[in-house]
Nanobody, 125 residues
Framework: QVQLVESGGGLVQPGGSLRLSCATS????????VGWFRQAPGKEREGVAC????????YYADSVKGRFTISKDNAKNTVYLQMNSLKPEDTAVYYC??????????????????WGQGTQVTVSS
């Protein structure tokens, strides 16, 4: 069955970096749209970054552009989120998601079929 397992979260100081990983299984990553989402306490879940199946481009929320980079390694069945220049407002549980369609160029707002369990990222001094 499809599984997504995130790792790499933790506590980091403002201005620091983290790299999240999402190990996938049960489907061929090359053909799937993938995304990273986050949810802070008391807030709605928001799309952070995604890779479109239609044009193979990366899309980012305005709040993370220039700081976060999404990538995937199809051979390792893993999706990554490199997060630099972290801010306290980046504190949230981060989830990876996958879908055979994934929303195309609207991948940041798409309702993906498959989700991981989440990993906590806390940015604090």
């Amino acid at each position: 069955q499809v599984q997504l397992v995130e790792s790499g979260g933790g506590l980091v100081q403002p201005g620091g970096s983290l790299r999240l990983s999402c190990a996938t299984s049960g489907f061929t990553l090359h053909y799937y749209g993938v995304g990273w989402f986050r949810q802070a306490p008391g807030k709605e879940r928001e799309g952070v970054a995604c890779i479109s199946t239609s044009d193979r481009r990366n899309y980012y929320a305005d709040s993370v552009k220039g700081r976060f980079t999404i990538s995937k390694d199809n051979a390792k069945n893993t999706v990554y989120l490199q997060m630099n220049s972290l801010k306290p407002e980046d504190t949230a549980v981060y989830y990876c998601a996958a879908d055979s369609y994934g929303g195309g160029d609207a991948c940041l707002g798409y309702e993906y079929d498959y989700w991981g369990q989440g990993t906590q990222v806390t940015v604090s001094s």
